[in-house]
């Protein structure tokens, strides 16, 4: 069979060997995962830790686990109330029958208590409960040593205390540890007291398997290691050190003479995690390792090895773990792979939630666009419709009273349609009918002809101001149409923004910063959020630059490392002397611009009806605008500065720049019914490659030096807010480095007295120009222009000059590396 392209699929043939491979790989995986599962649902490992709990005890006989646990499975889940209840009766039958009864009486004491204070108080249960359990302890064993001695001795009080005061305190922890099986909503990170209390809760587990052991091998020293192991794996050294430090001293309550099992435990998880880069096998060799030479610390040759066979045995239960286990745990721990992972996933997600949102109102924008859009198409029909509705009114005030009526529209109809017909020609301009033939007919054909040339005329200017209003309905309509594609395509390309993911550097990340500290230079991190020709974006975490290490070392390295100039973007000074702060290092422009400005008013006033403004938009590119407003004075110079403070705002936004000004022009015009016009010279300029767009709305031609060259650019747009529609006229022109662009108002133009052509009277000066800096320029040509109109201002004048040019960094690259460097950091 062939697919869409036309390329040959071999046929699929379910008997062959990679499929079988295949099928058994995905068995075995889907096997595991409903093993793991099953061992980690919830009523299982409630099972396995109240039969453990049931059978913990220490400091001789003291049980403090019961009753914490109870209480809180059955606040928790109050349907696995009895469970609990099973399980830990289970685990106390393993021990004697006292401790059995001591189960039921504790238990049957603490839901007595439990149901009248529930029932009394009006507070939350899960604040009460630490309280009850607190109760329920010294109760029940104070009634118990009763029972069981006739008597109370003061010991068995301070112990009674004890062990109620530790059952308060672990059911504090088991309320902050024990919601983590119970929950199920998405998965977060762990915080610090909750992962000690979990840590304590699996200690107090593993505090039920003592007593139990084959051939000398403890199956509680061999749980507490797999443990170590397992949380040395995913969290690293910090993790690993504090499960040995807390699982060590909770068994060493149990049994003292097994103190030193902590420092093993410690020791073997610190080793552990400093060596999980060797994967499992590194984290067995660090528990192998601590357990010799703490082994012969604590006892000697003698037991040697019975505890070298316990590491074993716990190591190889490690290396049995199925890995998407591990993979959970540590997906709950910050600072592992599986987190960040996890957390990528989640703002991935939302991501791509937020994006389609966007994509939702572009589309919602962009078909709102082609409503607007629609335009009914005008054809002969229509014409005729409107002719006839045209002639229906001018017949319903004249003929309709007359008494040729029946002679002139049923007998004579076609006649008399065709005389009114071309006299609505005729009586375009005035009332009155050019044609004598068609006067003469119209005479004898009617009996007032005059009254009806003069309704037709009067009716033809109505009609012609209906057709004025519909075609100018149209127009708002085709340009809000505009408005809204712009906007729907500054919507899609936001979402596309938003989609990007920030790819990985993480080999690029640590080649810089080696190749940083390898000079000598405290760089702390480094991170890369884009690599991309034009778009670098780099931060990196450096101590107080005092001396300016990062503008004169570490951007022209990173400039030769990637092969353009690197500049600092961002620079935030930390808050301490000693301290770091983030410098953030991106892609310099390839060209920059200097401008240099020269103005006055009228008269030499202070308010001028021009203004004009330079600024930044996204993408790297840079906009130098002009508006004079019509006259002068403070209304014109409002009406051009709002003309340029909408200009800047809607750019920015990043709608294009015809529709830009089609929208100022129809808000200009929109706004007042005075007759309030302004001009609009824009020039927007990419700094990449040095492309120049030339946007002339009622504005003066602009000059462009190139040399002893001087080319001149313009445009024949009318000023804005004359007419709401009008063809925004765009002059491409590629600039080069040294070219001078040169700007100016229409006063500039009109200065120059006894000056016939002064277009090219200013193209000569420009070209006589001895000096190229911008603001020189800009003095001088102002100067020139007050001079040749004998000093005098009569009109506001505004000339902006600009220099184009390459941009070199300050501190400019020094090669260091060589050039298969450069290549590496990109390519891979």
Not at 464 to 481: P, Y
Request: proline share 3%.
């Amino acid at each position: 069979m062939s697919n869409v392209n036309g390329s040959i699929q071999q046929p699929r043939v379910i008997g062959s060997p990679k499929s079988e491979d295949t099928l058994k790989q995905g068995f075995f995986k889907k096997a595991m995962r409903k093993i793991v599962q099953g061992l980690t649902s919830w009523e299982a490992m409630c099972l396995v830790i109240g039969v453990l709990f049931g059978r913990a005890m220490i400091l001789t006989n003291l049980t403090p686990f019961i009753l914490p646990f109870f209480a809180t499975v059955g606040l928790l889940r109050p349907k696995r109330r009895f469970l609990a209840f099973f399980a830990t009766l289970l685990g106390a039958i393993t021990l004697s029958g006292w401790q059995t009864l001591f189960t039921v009486l504790s238990l049957v004491v603490y839901m007595i208590l439990r149901a009248g204070v529930v029932r009394v108080s009006n507070r939350e249960e899960a604040r009460l409960l630490p309280y009850i359990v607190f109760a329920a302890g010294i109760i029940s064993r104070l009634g118990f040593d009763v029972f069981r001695n006739g008597t109370l001795i003061p010991t068995q009080e301070m112990l009674a205390i004890v062990e109620a005061g530790l059952s308060f305190l672990l059911c504090l922890i088991f309320l902050q540890s024990m919601p983590l099986f119970t929950t199920k909503t998405r998965k977060r990170a762990l915080k610090t007291e909750e992962i000690i209390c979990f840590i304590i809760l699996l200690a107090s587990t593993l505090t039920g398997t003592m007593g139990l052991s084959y051939h000398g091998v403890a199956l509680d020293h061999v749980l507490t290691r797999y443990s170590v192991l397992v949380f040395a794996y995913v969290g690293g050294a910090a993790i690993g050190a504090t499960v040995g430090v807390v699982v060590g001293l909770i068994m060493s309550l149990a049994n003292v003479a097994g103190l030193f099992q902590m420092s093993l435990l410690a020791f073997s998880g610190l080793l552990g995690g400093l060596l999980k880069e060797g994967k499992r096998w590194g984290v067995g060799f660090g528990l192998i390792i601590g357990t010799l030479l703490i082994g012969l610390y604590g006892q000697g040759y003698n037991q040697l090895f019975n505890t070298t066979a316990e590491s074993i045995i716990a190591f190889v239960l490690f290396l049995l773990t199925p890995r998407v286990l591990l993979s959970r745990l540590a997906s709950f721990i910050p600072g592992t792979k599986e987190y960040q992972q996890q957390q990528q996933q989640y703002l991935k997600k939302i991501r791509d939630v937020t994006a389609s949102r966007v994509e939702q109102f572009s589309s919602l924008f962009q078909a709102l666009s082609t409503s607007f859009n629609h335009q009914p198409t005008t054809n002969s029909e229509d014409q005729e419709h409107q002719v006839d509705v045209f002639l229906s009114d001018v017949t319903e005030k004249t003929c309709q009273h007359c008494f040729k009526k029946e002679y002139c529209w049923i007998k004579n109809f076609d006649k008399t349609y065709g005389y009114m017909n071309a006299i609505m020609q005729e009586t375009k301009e005035e009332p009155m009918i050019k044609s004598a033939k068609l006067r003469r007919d119209w005479m004898h054909h009617c009996i007032k002809p005059e009254k009806v040339v003069d309704v037709i005329y009067e009716e033809q200017q109505h009609f012609k101001e209906k057709i004025k209003f519909k075609h100018s309905m149209q127009e708002s309509r085709r340009l809000v149409a505009d408005q809204l594609m712009g906007v729907s395509q500054v919507m899609g390309d936001f979402a596309k923004e938003i989609q990007r993911e920030r790819d990985t550097h993480q080999q690029q990340e640590e080649q810089i910063l080696f190749k940083l500290q390898e000079i000598g230079l405290d760089v702390e991190n480094v991170d890369i959020y884009n690599l991309e020709e034009g778009s670098v974006d780099i931060d990196m975490t450096i101590p107080r630059d005092d001396h300016g290490e990062s503008e004169k070392v570490i951007a022209p390295i990173l400039s030769d490392i990637l092969g353009e100039s690197i500049v600092i973007k961002k620079r935030v000074e930390p808050d301490v002397v000693n301290g770091y702060g983030l410098v953030t290092f991106g892609s310099a422009k390839a060209y920059e611009i200097e401008t240099g400005v020269a103005h006055t008013a009228k008269g030499g006033s202070w308010i001028s009806g021009d203004n004009y403004s330079t600024f930044e938009l996204g993408g790297g590119k840079y906009a130098l605008a002009i508006s004079d407003g019509m006259g002068n004075g403070e209304r014109a110079h409002v009406e051009s500065y709002e003309t340029l403070k909408l200009l800047s705002k809607v750019l920015k936004s990043g709608i294009d720049e015809t529709i830009a000004i089609k929208s100022i022009n129809s808000i200009l015009s929109l706004r007042s019914t005075d007759e309030i016009f302004s001009t609009l010279d824009l020039v927007m300029v990419d700094l990449q490659n040095a492309r120049a767009k030339f946007l002339k709305i009622g504005s003066n031609p602009s000059f462009v030096k190139r040399g002893n060259k001087v080319m001149m650019i313009e445009a024949g747009n009318l000023p804005m807010g004359i007419i709401q529609d009008f063809d925004v006229e765009v002059v491409d022109e590629q600039l080069k480095a040294g070219d001078l662009l040169i700007m100016m108002s229409d006063g500039i133009l009109e200065a120059p007295r006894h000056v016939e052509n002064t277009e090219m009277w200013i193209k000569r000066k420009i070209k006589e120009l001895k000096t190229e800096h911008p603001q020189e320029i800009a003095d001088v040509l102002l100067e020139e222009v007050i001079r040749s109109s004998d000093g005098a201002i009569e009109d506001d004048m505004t000339i902006v000059v600009s220099r184009i040019q390459h941009h070199t960094p300050k501190w400019a690259a020094i090669p260091t590396y060589s050039h298969d460097h450069k290549k590496m950091s990109k390519a891979q």
